[in-house]
């Protein structure tokens, strides 16, 4: 179909600039961005929030806010004008010709409508398919993006299959008309990582197959090196460089994509060898952009040149690149970094002896009330073992670093430590003398020694207090320090976190997320806290942000000495701050280990599958594809034996249902739990990642 | 499901209980010695100890709230203080009257509700929406005797299409009754007309900011299927659920209307029992009353449940 078309662009954007009206006032949150995808090409568009990716992506599905509008430039579809076009045209076009897969799968779906129906909506709309026919191919679509299981996903209302399989009917749905162009936005984000892995190559694979071209919108660097052929950064609404992925991210040309390439913790990376390179400064707002280059007040680069703007260069190689000292870049005559942060490497500390939180087969489970038959037979139902036998020591000045998928068990883990939801059995010890289960046991001195930074600054702050009343409530509660002095401690509290004094008159809502996160990160170490619980304390931040935080913590502790549970789904992350290392699944621990060892064989199998399934951050990079079998079980189903084993690429038989594997250690300090001795998994494995050589080597 | 439906019958029943403790103990707490209503201030002391003996006034409280209990279950509700009758016939007859009058309500309101709701909704900050808005909101600031007279007025005296007085007759069957149910139901429709509607426009401009109405119209379903198939489907299940719990509002609430209307509902015979200090029939109305809201309660659960895949199918 289309095939004089084949070797043209599917979609050209030319000089688009899209704006939004509020209250009187107007932004423009793209401002002159042109670009081409041709037949069969995957074009990643990469930015940060506030970069204008998500309004590139409605804009050209023609699917603009109410209060946006395309204020000049075109976008040329299949040789059609769209811009001007009415939603009544439109919707020959969408779902027919051009598709959107959304991110949150979930919400994306009629939550009252099976699946199957929701599916077969479009073939009828657009084929006129009907009855059984209509049926078959709903289900053969269903195959085609590899469910399982797909007469009972047809069958199913959205709530009741998982995150993935939601996000593959969403695939299936978008694919179902052979449109000649796919929007895919964030379309992987808040899955796990081993789904994750599996939807972006099946993602791959169709696009290959098909000669779909796609305009692919993501925050995720690693995401764009997986699946896209060339890549597009957008910054503050402004196209600041592109061309193919391979060659932008080997040697970028602009200092803004150099600085998000450097501040991503590259798989393997610790801070005792690398310091994050974060982007100074933060994105400016829409109605305050500067002028000449807006990149310029981040740069390390800028000099007078760049008060005027700077054209967008082409650099050859189908490159682009909107910056004055491209050519300068090129040459290696100057380097775009970002200045290495003045404090020196992390040491790794020594003092590890003093165990500040040690736990003993702790168990956190919940139960649901008896059903009238239980309570006439007086049978049990399961519980949900959310955290099953946890054994972990987190020593003086060391970081633990707790990785898992959604549903394994860490949150509860983080607030079983916290006190906030009481563990159900085990033992949990804090500087040697035992720890209480529930908060309301736990006396002031206890509560002093603990504290906790989650993922959501805004929901950790509360919204009516300034920051320095939030700051210096610890201090008088728990520390009993006057006004005066709590008043000046606040001042130093917000300069160890690099923020400016006065921000202790502002509100929570004057400061960007990661300011916000800097404050909650800086009242956690108000009580110069023993333990700190960190969960998922980045997860939300943009790339550039999260490595100025992940900079500050591992500061931060080491200043106090403080131990730390940093917990997280990011394997990259948690491996740069972690000192040992431990993965969770289903409630029980998978592995512990010292982190240089974390990253090679041998693995616990389920270790190995997570390592295959990070997307790296190096379009070059060699990975072995481990992609896990299924779902992961529910927590009230949790399988006999080993709870792993029924995914595990390395299953072995019987003795995986029927027996709870032995944990076994090495010499290095690996600890493992699973069946298969450590020196035949060593012989078996190879690290199922390897980055190319090529690329720049930093430090 | 079973399981939801049983928690919620059992909690029906102890919901039941209560009530019937409280309105025991309250009608006990009432001033006035209750064989002295009965016979009258002329009395004598021998004929009122003999009234107590019988009616069992000597016995203590809870052997008295059992024996109540035990018989209003087996349906003995006694006799009336004050017209001398059997209270049971009554309150029966009153709550069939009741149910005509609350269904008429439902069926008129409901549907005007709705559709005035959803066309708000779907134009949210239009023109047709500010109208709708102001002219439902004036009309649940009148209070329903000024309404109701408005009405009569006009649809009766001036147009002659209804009657005005609706005191139906005794067995008056649902057809025979309908004209004289049309206005004291219209009446009360236009108090929770502008309720149910703003219901209906908020669930409505809730459900089309979901990410999944955006699927739906960048499938490229035409305008009706995204409206109908997607977006009401789901911002009715509140309305709905809110129109049947106001059902039992509807079965003994209607006091204003009733009188305004003369209609013989349980409204009145309430304000009757009141009137006359008659206890024995103050209890039955108010258990009845009491077992009207909490059957429209799990009448509107069940609803939800039945109409909310997430509910239904856990």
């Known amino acids: ?699 | 499901m079973s399981r939801f439906l049983l928690r919620r019958l059992a909690f029906l029943l102890l919901t039941l209980l209560i009530t019937s403790i409280i309105v025991f103990a309250v009608t006990q707490l009432l001033p006035g010695d209750v064989a002295r209503i009965i016979l009258g201030r002329e009395a004598g002391e021998q004929a009122l100890e003999q009234l107590r003996q019988k009616l069992g006034l000597n016995d203590p409280p809870f052997v008295q709230y059992g024996r109540w209990l035990w018989n209003f279950m087996r349906g003995d509700w006694g006799d009336s203080f004050s017209t001398r009758m059997p209270i049971r016939a009554v309150v029966l007859q009153r709550l069939r009257n009741s149910l005509m009058l609350a269904g008429t309500i439902v069926a008129l309101a409901l549907p005007l509700a709705l559709t005035a709701g959803v066309i708000a909704g779907l134009n949210r900050d239009r023109p047709v929406d500010n109208l709708i808005s102001i002219a439902s909101l004036s009309v649940v600031g009148l209070p329903e005797f000024v309404t109701g007279l408005v009405l009569i007025e006009v649809l009766s005296f001036k147009l002659h299409i209804l009657p005005a007085n609706s005191s139906i007759p005794v067995q008056a069957s649902f057809f025979e009754a309908l004209p004289m149910l049309i206005l004291p139901a219209l009446t009360a429709t236009l108090v929770l007309l502008a309720y149910i509607a703003r219901l209906t426009r908020a669930g409505v401009i809730e459900e089309l900011k979901q990410p999944y109405v955006r699927t739906a119209v960048l499938k490229g379903l035409s305008w009706t299927t995204v409206t109908f198939r997607h977006v009401l489907r789901n911002a009715l299940l509140p309305t709905i659920t809110v129109i049947a719990i106001s059902f039992g509002w509807l079965i003994s609430g209607l006091i204003v209307v009733e009188n305004v209307f003369n209609y013989p509902g349980l409204g009145r015979l309430l304000v009757f029992a009141i009137d006359r200090r008659d206890l024995p029939l103050l209890q039955a109305i108010t258990m009845i009353t009491v077992l009207g809201y909490a059957l429209s309660n799990l009448g509107a659960d069940l609803i939800y449940a039945a109409l909310n895949p997430r509910i239904r199918l856990g």
């Open chain 1, 1 to 699: 179909m289309h095939s004089e078309h084949r070797n043209g662009d599917t979609l050209k954007i030319e000089d688009l600039t899209v704006s939004y009206h509020t209250g009187g006032t107007s932004v423009q949150a793209l401002r002159s961005l042109s670009l081409n995808i041709r037949f069969g090409e995957t074009y990643g568009i990469v930015g940060e929030s506030g970069s204008g990716k998500s309004t590139l992506a409605l804009a050209v599905m023609g699917f603009l806010p109410a209060n946006g509008a395309i204020e000049s430039g075109r976008i040329i579809f299949q040789g059609e004008e769209l811009r001007g076009r009415s939603r009544t045209a439109m919707r020959a076009l969408w779902g027919m010709r051009m598709a959107l897969v959304p991110q949150d799968p979930l919400a994306s779906l009629n939550p009252s409508l099976r699946i199957g129906a929701q599916v077969a909506e479009v073939l009828q709309q657009h084929l006129g398919l009907k009855g059984e026919a209509l049926r078959q191919r709903v289900l053969e679509l269903l195959r085609t993006v590899r469910l399982s299981d797909p007469e009972r996903v047809y069958a199913s209302y959205p709530h009741q299959v998982s995150g993935g399989q939601q996000q593959r009917a969403l695939i299936a749905m978008a694919l179902s008309t052979e449109p000649e162009l796919l929007v895919l936005d964030e379309p992987t984000t808040g899955l796990d990582t081993t789904t994750q892995a599996a939807v972006l190559d099946l993602i791959r694979d169709l696009m290959r197959v098909r000669g779909t071209a796609a305009l692919y919108v993501t925050h995720n660097l690693g995401v764009v090196a997986r699946v896209c052929d060339r890549v597009a950064v957008l910054y503050a609404g402004e196209l600041v460089e592109d061309g193919p992925t391979n060659g932008l991210y080997r040697q970028p040309l602009h200092p803004y994509t150099r600085g998000l390439l450097d501040s991503v913790p590259r798989l393997g990376e610790n801070k005792s060898a690398v310091r994050l390179r974060s982007i100074q400064g933060s994105i400016p707002a829409l109605d305050e952009l500067p002028g000449g280059c807006i990149f310029r007040p981040r740069c390390s680069l800028a000099i007078e040149i760049c008060k005027q703007d700077p054209p967008l260069n082409p650099s050859g190689e189908g490159r682009t690149s909107r910056c004055h000292r491209w050519e300068e870049i090129l040459r290696g005559e100057v380097s775009a970094r970002q200045k290495t942060p003045d404090a020196s490497l992390a040491k790794p500390h020594t003092a590890r002896d003093e165990t500040i939180l040690g736990m003993e087969e702790v168990e956190v489970h919940f139960h649901r009330g008896l059903t009238l038959r239980e309570m006439i037979t007086a049978g049990r139902p399961p519980g949900v073992r959310a955290v099953d036998g946890v054994d972990l020591q987190v020593g003086r000045g060391s970081t633990l670093g707790l990785v898992g998928e959604s549903g394994s068990g860490k949150t509860t883990l983080a607030r079983a430590v916290m006190g906030l939801t009481p563990r159900t059995a085990g033992e949990m010890f804090l500087l040697g003398s035992e720890l209480p289960a529930g908060l309301g046991q736990r006396d002031k001195e206890t509560r002093t020694h603990l504290q906790i930074v989650i993922q959501n600054p805004s929901e950790a702050l509360n919204p009516y207090l300034t920051i320095g009343e939030s700051l210096r409530r610890p201090l008088q509660t728990l520390l009993g320090l006057s006004r005066s002095e709590a008043d000046s401690r606040v001042h130093d509290l917000l300069e160890a976190v690099h923020l400016q004094p006065e921000y202790a008159r502002r509100f929570p809502v004057e400061l960007s997320g990661g300011e916000k996160q800097r404050v909650v990160i800086a009242r956690a170490f108000t009580t110069n806290p023993d333990l700190l619980v960190a969960d998922e304390a980045v997860s939300s931040l943009d790339v550039s942000v999260q490595a100025s935080i992940l900079n500050l913590l591992s500061e931060l502790q080491a200043e106090h000495a403080s131990g730390m549970l940093f917990i997280s789904h990011d394997l990259a992350v948690v491996g740069f701050l972690a000192d040992d290392i431990a993965v969770i699944y289903l409630g029980k621990l998978m592995e512990r280990s010292p982190v240089r060892t974390v990253f090679d064989p041998p693995y616990h199998p389920y270790t190995e599958a997570l390592l295959s399934a990070i997307p790296l951050i190096d379009p070059a990079a060699e990975q072995v594809e481990i992609r896990l079998e299924g779902e992961v079980p529910a927590a009230s189903q949790i399988p006999a034996g080993c709870p792993f084993h029924t995914r595990c690429h390395r299953f072995l038989g019987d003795i995986c249902v029927e027996e709870k594997p032995p944990w076994r250690r090495n010499e290095a300090g690996k600890e493992i739990y699973c069946h298969i001795p450590l020196d035949e998994l060593e012989r078996k494995q190879s690290r199922p990642f390897a980055f190319d050589s090529g690329m720049e080597q930093r430090g």
